[in-house]
């Protein structure tokens, strides 16, 4: 396996876990996350209940306004879910057969399909990060679309650097073959 398959793999992994942060707010749900801060949560059987049911109810709002990107509904979001797990997908396996000792493909092969399908989520995520799901004004960017365009970078860099490397090496091997 290749340095350029590990750091793909590694970048796969790590937007499957940034998949699941959330990457949308609302205005509603900053606030709330803002009053579940402020709030103690009291101990005691009467003492505080009334703080502590203000932080649930702050909780609840807050959850039921912010998305990731599996929750998020708009048919961009959609492709864009489609092409991170065509991204991360093609990356694990890539990299599987890589270092089960699979020869490079001809071509463009799966890292470069890994490249092409990571770089066009990273189009669509930092589209979405500009174009926010809902109205601009209500809706904020959180942690996580940030750092899928991160891991998406990886992705699309070690794949390319992969399949660079396995063209030099097809180019070796028929340089050897044609001096014999």
Do not use: C
């Not at 599996?70 to 048919?75: E, N, R």
């Not at 990299?95 to 990273?122: D, N, Q, S, W, Y």
Request: no cysteine.
């Amino acid at each position: 396996m290749r340095r350029g398959h590990a750091i793909a793999l590694l970048g796969a992994l790590a937007l499957l876990l940034v998949m699941a942060m959330d990457w949308y707010s609302t205005a509603q749900g900053d606030e709330a996350r803002r009053i579940e801060s402020v709030t103690e949560d009291a101990s005691g059987a009467e003492g505080g209940q009334v703080e502590r049911e203000v932080n649930e109810d702050a909780r609840i709002v807050a959850e039921g306004e912010e998305k990731n990107a599996w929750q998020t509904d708009a048919l961009i979001d959609r492709i864009l879910l489609v092409l991170m797990l065509a991204a991360i997908i093609l990356a694990v396996v890539t990299a599987v057969t890589r270092a089960a000792g699979a020869k490079p493909t001809e071509g463009l092969g799966p890292a470069g399909l890994t490249a092409i399908f990571a770089a066009a989520a990273a189009v669509v995520v930092a589209y979405r990060i500009i174009q926010e799901p809902g109205l601009d004004a209500g809706t904020n960017v959180k942690a996580g679309a940030p750092l899928a365009l991160l891991a998406l970078a990886m992705i699309a860099l070690g794949s390319s650097y992969a399949l660079r490397a396995d063209e030099q090496e097809e180019e070796k091997e028929g340089a050897d073959a044609g001096a014999a």
